[in-house]
């Protein structure tokens, strides 16, 4: 997933996480004002005090001349309405399917009232806070701790932590009584680094530090002799070419790893070819930090390169304000998001060829930014769907995720659900996000301290995008089958006769897992085995079920890998890409895909959608046990500073993952099959 979103600001326990989180994103929670008792003046903001700021790590009060600022997220309307809503019109078995609102009629009904703007304002203000920025979704403020400090009923101490001193409030934060109904949560009142950063997996960045990106290319269909030492892969199909030479490894006679796919072998793969479907009509927008000023021309390089048509003129659009761009530094700046953006737009392109593609980047990669990117799309109704590569863990070493950031998000996912729009998000690349896995995965957190379903992807309001290996019967396309992507890497010794270690050790895998953070929602129940919906990911054992993930799974892996095309340093080049950031994009189009076969409805929030149709020819049951195809891979690189540089795969070895018949937490309800898209055609 090539995000990894890090908000240790907000800690709270565990236990309370859950109880905050299940209520406020599945609609089940009082109005804020009844979370103030009769007779208090103030309501607490649970969770706004982290754990991390504890005694021993006190180091004295902040200066309340110290500058200072927040975020404070306005409830609207009817919050309990808007679930309720976005429940109904998403749900294929409602009388109010498909029914959506308008813009304005959604700021009518749910948003927040010139009132509650005022009353909020007037309280920051009479506190000596100066409003920085207002939006029909928060108030900005800033100014000095002390201010802070009066406005929220509490104090301000630094705290040592990993990462250096940082302010936080020595209580939970208060808001008065009067504008309770008014604050749905706040951020930003500990100062803790809320950034994430792109983390999009490059084969070659991955095996080939500093060399280099371009096309694994073999020199020619024959398979050599010996382990050769240029690039070389496997290009009619799946394991079509044996790595002669190579020590002894799973299976006999161990495949050269699949020529990166291009995509037109993942149309025919998934059907859009013989559905002969391509987005037309359909809207999808793309969210990133920053913004890549040659992605029009490289993307439309890119597909004259491999055999596909280039945007039509006002067929991309891009929102990005670079005057307005920040913590370039800490973010990686515009370069550092480059792949990412790329690997998005032309997997979104090449799978949904005629959608219109809209890239909305982030003024950086910090939490606030990449949710202003995201309500621009609601707010303006850019697009249909929203493909988001990003994500974190929910429970760390550092504390718990900011439930301010939850809440704010679910937000914008239920008003965009009732306006006919729909997010995928990634569901990560380290398989369960245990230690376990962390310990040598490429793309993991190192920070996690549990087992966990990541965030965004665990919000019952988006779709959650699994990984799978996908194994292509031939050079064109044809599908093989998939396994779930979870790959153990084994090094060629220098002597070229072992691996080390073998078996491989765990080093990349689509996430995914079920969530102790949130109930079931509806459209899982009946699909969800209560096996797996009353275990989370960490083992706790749970009376009601949970939300599980992900929902439906594509192409990502490492191995199996997706070429894509950019710019760097004034030379465009191609190289392998994988993760679930390949595969939400990938999700995305094939939704653009379906809503041209529905006569151009609006597909919106698709997971009711979705679930209606599981086990049916909608999508290809992925199952580890059932798919027994050629599991050994190896990657070689050819010559690097002259020595061979070979790995050796193991493919569907997901960490703490596996796909079985059925709905699982590797690959969901499975992948998209051949009847996709006629199951969504009209009725006539």
């Known amino acids: 997933m090539p995000i990894s979103r890090n908000r240790l600001a907000g800690s709270i326990a565990p236990a309370t996480v859950a109880a905050a989180l299940i209520l406020t994103t599945l609609g089940a929670a009082a109005p804020a004002s009844a979370a103030t008792p009769a007779g208090d003046t103030a309501r607490a903001l649970p969770g706004t005090h982290p754990a991390w700021a504890t005694p021993q790590a006190d180091a004295g009060a902040t200066d309340a001349s110290a500058p200072a600022s927040a975020r404070i997220y306005l409830a609207g309307r009817d919050a309990s309405g808007l679930a309720a809503l976005a429940r109904a019109v998403s749900d294929p078995n409602s009388a109010s399917y498909g029914q959506y609102l308008g813009a304005d009629q959604v700021r009518a009904r749910f948003g927040a009232t010139p009132q509650q703007v005022k009353a909020v304002t007037d309280w920051v203000t009479g506190a000596g806070l100066t409003v920085s920025a207002s939006t ?142 391509s987005g037309k009509g359909a809207r999808v927008a793309v969210i990133d930090a920053y913004g890549l000023s040659t992605m029009e021309q490289d993307a439309n390089h890119y597909a004259a390169l491999h055999g596909d048509q280039p945007f039509k003129p006002g067929q991309y659009t891009e929102y990005v304000t670079p005057d307005k761009w920040t913590h370039q530094a800490e973010c990686g700046g515009p370069e550092g998001w480059a792949g990412e953006e790329a690997l998005d737009v032309e997997m979104v392109h090449g799978l949904a060829p005629d959608a219109q593609v809209v890239y909305v980047g982030g003024n950086s990669c910090y939490d606030e930014d990449l949710y202003d990117a995201m309500a621009k799309v609601v707010d303006e109704h850019l697009a249909d769907v929203v493909s988001n590569s990003w994500g974190e863990i929910m429970h760390g070493t550092g504390g718990d995720i900011d439930p301010a950031v939850v809440a704010a998000d679910n937000q914008v996912f239920q008003l965009g659900a009732v306006t006919g729009i729909g997010f995928t998000f990634s569901s990560g690349d380290c398989g369960d996000s245990s230690p376990g896995a962390a310990a040598t995965g490429v793309n993991c957190q190192a920070d996690t301290n549990q087992a966990q379903a990541d965030w965004p992807s665990a919000s019952p309001w988006v779709t959650s995008v699994g990984g799978t290996a996908l194994q292509l019967g031939d050079k064109a396309g044809k599908y093989g089958g998939e396994v779930s992507m979870g790959d153990l890497r084994s090094v060629l010794s220098a002597d070229r006769k072992s691996w080390s270690p073998f078996p491989g050790a765990f080093y990349f895998g689509g996430g995914g897992g079920v969530s102790k953070d949130f109930a079931q929602p509806w459209y899982q129940q009946g699909v969800v085995p209560d096996r797996i919906s009353r275990t989370a990911a960490d083992g706790t054992q749970s009376a009601t079920p949970l939300r599980a993930t992900p929902d439906i799974a594509m192409s990502g892996d490492l191995v199996a890998a997706t070429l894509v095309g950019f710019t760097n340093g004034g030379t465009y080049s191609e190289g392998g890409y994988g993760g679930t950031s390949v595969s939400a994009p990938e999700t995305a189009a094939m939704f653009a895909d379906a809503i041209q076969a529905r006569g151009g409805r609006a597909l919106g929030f698709a997971n009711p959608a979705l679930y209606d149709r599981a086990g049916g020819k909608a999508f290809n049951d992925v199952d580890d046990d059932a798919n027994r195809s050629k599991r050994g891979n190896v990657v070689d690189l050819g010559l690097v500073n002259g020595s061979l540089r070979v790995r050796l795969y193991k493919i569907g070895a997901d960490f703490g993952l596996s796909a079985s018949r059925g709905y699982d937490t590797a690959t969901g309800l499975g992948s998209p099959g051949k009847g996709f898209f006629k199951s969504f055609e009209l009725k006539k």
Do not use: M
Request: a positive charge; aromatic letters at 6%.
């Open 136 to 277: 029909s979704h928060y108030v900005q403020v800033s100014g000095s701790t002390g201010a802070l400090a009066r406005a929220f009923g509490t104090g301000f101490h630094d705290y040592r932590t990993a990462d250096g001193t940082h302010r936080a409030p020595t209580a939970d934060a208060k808001v008065p009584a009067a504008v309770a109904d008014a604050v749905l949560a706040v951020s930003g009142l500990a100062d803790a680094i809320h950034k994430n950063s792109s983390d999009a997996t490059s084969v070659r960045a991955a095996e080939q530090r500093g060399a280099a990106a371009s096309r694994l290319a073999a020199p020619d269909k024959k398979a050599p002799a010996t382990l050769p030492e240029v690039p070389t892969c496997s290009e009619d199909g799946y394991g079509s070419k044996t790595a002669k030479g190579a020590p002894v490894g799973y299976e006999k006679n161990e495949p050269f790893a699949p020529c990166s796919y291009v995509p037109s072998q993942l149309r025919k793969a998934y059907g859009v070819t013989d559905a002969k479907v």
